[in-house]
């Protein structure tokens, strides 16, 4: 896929493979006899290749020539797969850095990087299986158990805050603090119904999982929403009725969307560095392609642990995003240890924040 989106040829750190290919294909590239057109542009050829656009001057008609374009092609991506993602893991910044610097050739694009590790990142997320990640039917029911109880909990708080107004009412003192408190007991009661049900649709806990779906989908329809925002509330009871549409359209959404990461978080980047007169919004770009490609890399890895039930591997991973982020910034904007620090922090706030920008987005185009 990436070598579709990249073109550029890499003969001299293709492999002997490669060579061999290129060299089969060579043979038949002899010079066209006088007088002939190309095929592509029509314009006179006078030697092997067009001089206008480049092509072949020979046409290759055989099934044998796909399997050569093939394998060049996969050749052609390991070659430069191989130098630019241990890079991208072990030296983020000199990776950076030195795209930035004009060494195109070597390594893949990091739009092109960004693309094929994207589609990557959701074709593995879409092998996992529900069942696989939810734990044991004793935990189901412990977690169904738990949640059922803070309903109880949320209904009290309810009751008493409703009690608490009536008193307020009467003593004409803290009504709308009262008020004020049962409107936040009746929404974090909703929120815990709303949990409930959820859990039951994803958790049967032991029921028929059909029937569970389908009480659980009729719960939600019936969930009372009021945010206080109107159209907010007609969306969000339109999402409820059909959940599995819901949460369709947000995957499909995510994956279409994912590339508006780059403007988003380009401002941030830039009043990073706004003292900096020799970065561009070229080098940002560059930077943030590379750094989103890793961590969809990272999630990838986090995902395969889920699926395999290593549970135990995936918290030291969180400690990863901060080092790496620490690593790209100081090679690749040239920066010292306690600058390199102080933006790394500061580029973390940065990426929850374009995080719940883009959820934002997701969720405004899925839900309208």
């Known amino acids: 896929m990436i070598n579709e989106i990249e073109t550029s040829a890499d003969p001299?750190?293709?492999?002997?493979?490669?060579?061999?290919?290129?060299?089969?294909?060579?043979?038949?590239?002899?010079?066209?006899?006088?007088?002939?057109?190309?095929?592509?542009?029509?314009?006179?050829?006078a030697g092997a290749y067009c001089s206008a656009c480049g092509q072949s001057g020979h046409v290759h008609r055989s099934l044998l020539h796909l399997v050569e374009e093939l394998l060049h092609g996969v050749l052609h991506f390991d070659a430069k797969g191989w130098r630019t993602v241990p890079l991208l893991v072990a030296f983020p910044g000199r990776l950076t850095r030195r795209y930035i610097d004009g060494q195109r050739t070597r390594f893949v694009s990091p739009l092109a990087l960004f693309l094929f590790m994207t589609f990557l990142m959701f074709f593995v997320a879409s092998l996992g299986d529900v069942s696989n990640v939810?734990?044991?039917p004793a935990d189901n029911q412990a977690a169904h158990a738990s949640l059922s109880a803070a309903i109880q909990s949320s209904k009290e708080d309810a009751a008493k805050a409703e009690a608490a107004l009536l008193e307020a009412r009467k003593t004409g003192k803290g009504v709308a603090a009262a008020e004020a408190r049962l409107k936040a007991a009746r929404n974090d009661e909703q929120i815990t119904e709303l949990a409930l049900l959820s859990a039951d649709k994803l958790l049967p806990a032991g029921k028929d999982a059909n029937t569970g779906s389908t009480a659980a989908s009729q719960g939600l329809s019936r969930v009372s929403i009021d945010t206080g925002i109107p159209f907010l509330d007609r969306a969000l009871r339109h999402a409820l009725q059909n959940p599995e549409l819901t949460f369709y359209k947000l995957k499909s959404s995510t994956y279409k969307l994912s590339f508006m990461l780059i403007p988003i978080s380009l401002p941030f980047l830039w009043l990073m560095f706004i003292a900096r007169r020799d970065i561009g919004m070229y080098d940002h770009a560059v930077f943030s392609l590379y750094s989103l490609s890793f961590m969809a890399l990272w999630f990838i890895v986090v995902l395969l642990c889920a699926f395999a039930a290593l549970g135990d591997a995936i918290a030291p991973l969180f400690c990863i995003p901060p080092l790496h982020m620490f690593l790209q910034l100081r090679d690749t904007y040239r920066l010292g240890i306690w600058s390199?620090?102080?933006?790394?922090?500061?580029?973390?706030?940065?990426?929850?924040?374009?995080f719940l920008l883009f959820l934002a987005l997701i969720f405004a185009v899925t839900v309208h």
């Open 134 to 136: 939810n734990g044991t």
């Open 340 to 354: 390199a620090l102080w933006r790394t922090v500061a580029l973390l706030f940065v990426a929850g924040a374009v």
């Open 12 to 45: 001299l750190h293709a492999g002997p493979v490669a060579a061999q290919v290129e060299g089969g294909a060579a043979a038949h590239d002899q010079p066209a006899p006088h007088g002939k057109q190309c095929l592509n542009c029509g314009e006179p050829l």
